[in-house]
T-cell receptor, first 110, second 113 residues
């Protein structure tokens, strides 16, 4: 069983602030890591992927990976109300099976 | 461009009834997945299919069967529905190889009374 842990939140941040979302995983064989965003009542969509230790930036989003600590994070800079959603962390050991955390709900207050 | 299409979108069953959730994708993807999503539990993998003719169990396969009918279609069957199977079911697909982008359908909300 692959365990992926996330704080369920809700995490509330004011508009324009940095939102920090965290994820830990138990399987050291996990090779690749992903962040999905899910709006209420909608299906998840991929926003970031990261494969090696360090930071990966894409616009206002930065994914951080520390394999030694088995820790993945997502930073959202200049948070907007449209970023309000549930953020799901996913891991895979082999690009066949993908295991998701329970998600962190983010509220960005105008 | 339809992407991943799931039917039905809503279904109410009585305990012990059977039903099949249908999923079809038009993106020529090799891999297809069935997940269930319950409040506070995130997405849990039920079954997946890496290619036509192959299927494999995920985290929570008990009470379900799947069929990969062809490259486009992957169905999920509940033979004898139980209240514990009340959930939102998502089908997803992806390209073969080292890609983590799963494309999800809109979900099917199933209630078992």
């Amino acid at each position: 069983q692959k365990e992926v842990e996330q704080n369920s939140g809700p995490l509330s941040v004011p508009e324009g602030a940095i939102a920090s979302l965290n994820c830990t995983y138990s399987d050291r064989g996990s090779q690749s890591f992903f962040w999905y965003r899910q709006y209420s009542g909608k299906s998840p969509e991929l926003i970031m992927s990261i494969y090696s230790n360090g930071d990966k930036e894409d616009g206002r989003f930065t994914a951080q990976l520390n394999k030694a600590s088995q820790y993945v994070s997502l930073l959202i800079r200049d948070s907007q109300p449209s970023d309000s959603a549930t953020y799901l962390c996913a891991v895979t050991p082999n690009f066949n099976k993908f295991y998701f955390g329970s998600g962190t709900k983010l509220n960005v207050k105008p | 461009n339809a992407g991943v299409t799931q039917t039905p979108k809503f279904q109410v069953l009585k305990t012990g009834q059977s039903m099949t959730l249908q999923c079809a994708q038009d993106m020529n993807h090799n891999s297809m997945y069935w997940y269930r999503q319950d409040p506070g539990m995130g997405l849990r993998l039920i079954y997946y299919s890496a290619s036509e003719g192959t299927t494999d169990k995920g985290e929570v396969p008990n009470g379900y069967n799947v069929s990969r009918l062809n490259k486009r279609e992957f169905s999920l069957r509940l033979e004898s529905a139980a209240p514990s199977q009340t959930s939102v079911y998502f089908c997803a697909s992806k390209l073969a190889g080292r890609t983590g982008e799963l494309f999800f359908g809109e979900g099917s909300r199933l209630t078992v009374l």
